[in-house]
């Protein structure tokens, strides 16, 4: 007797792989998926640093490893937020298993790197005293202070985020969620996703703007579920094509 398991889809959040949206979307998926934190987030051990992509995209590695060894699962969609979309575009541009997977999400991602320096004169004063910056930040309701270094701001500034416009899997449907009022990555960096991924065939890019969204998503993210799987049920049916994605507002502009 075989048994056929849907292709499970892997998301992950920049602090814990709980908070925004990623776990009432996955409640509602129509397939397993599976979430997890990156070394030094919450759950998971190791140490947390600003700058470490790399150290991200080897954890993906991993989960994917175990996953396909234990439960017999391949990667069918991506689903990331801010940090998260960057690290699932890295990994589907040099894994081999990321050429079969069919979507991505990127919510909120960041292409421009070098804007991590828009911040940075707030660690000015705690670099040249400390030589390290105290961030403080509510991780799963508890206060967490992770230490910032000057490299670590060099390395998340040199990441390649480029690398799509050559190396992204030609057959991907992507989907950009972004919100205007975003104050930590400018939604502006969605349109250059948007130029890059729509350039590519067969697979196709849907760029949606929520109004008077931030970073996070505030207090709209069961509309980014609902638009998520709005996309997901399009894609279903074979009805993406590349451009705007408006699901939902038909009527009301």
């Known amino acids: ?13 920049f602090r814990h792989k709980d908070y ?12 397993d998926s599976f979430r997890f934190d990156f070394r030094g987030n919450h759950e998971s051990g190791g140490a947390w640093t600003q700058g470490g992509f790399a ?23 991506i689903v990331g937020h801010s940090r998260g979309s960057v690290v699932g575009m890295h990994w589907l541009c040099t894994s081999e298993e990321g050429k079969g997977v069919r979507a991505l999400v990127n919510a909120s991602g960041r292409y421009r790197m070098h804007r991590i320096y828009d911040g940075a004169e707030a660690y000015k004063e705690e ?3 400390k030589g390290y910056y105290d961030w403080k930040v509510t991780v799963a309701r508890k206060a967490v202070v992770q230490k910032i270094y000057p490299h670590d701001l060099q390395e998340f500034s040199r990441w390649n ?6 190396s992204f899997p030609p057959t991907i449907d992507v989907f950009t969620v972004h919100g205007l009022a975003d104050k930590t ?8 996703y948007a130029r890059a991924f729509g350039a590519r065939s067969p697979g196709t890019h849907s760029l949606h703007l ?3 969204a931030d970073h996070n998503f505030t207090g709209r993210q069961d509309e980014v579920v609902d638009c998520i799987l709005d996309w997901w ?9 590349t451009g705007m994605w408006m699901t939902g507002v038909r009527g009301k502009l």
Do not use: H, N
């Open 55 to 77: 150290r991200d995209v080897e954890d993906l590695v991993a989960v994917v490893a175990y996953l396909r060894a234990t439960y017999g699962y391949d990667v069918d969609m």
């Open 127 to 129: 670099f040249e005293t």
């Open 185 to 192: 990555v400018p939604p502006f960096d969605a349109t250059i």
């Open 210 to 212: 929520i109004e008077d």
């Open 20 to 31: 925004l949206f990623q776990k009432r979307l996955a409640l509602r998926l129509p397939f």
């Open 161 to 166: 985020s480029a690398i799509v416009w050559d």
């Open 1 to 13: 007797m075989m048994t056929a398991v849907r292709k499970a889809p892997y998301r992950w959040p």
């Open 233 to 241: 049920d399009a894609r279903d049916k074979g009805m993406l094509k």
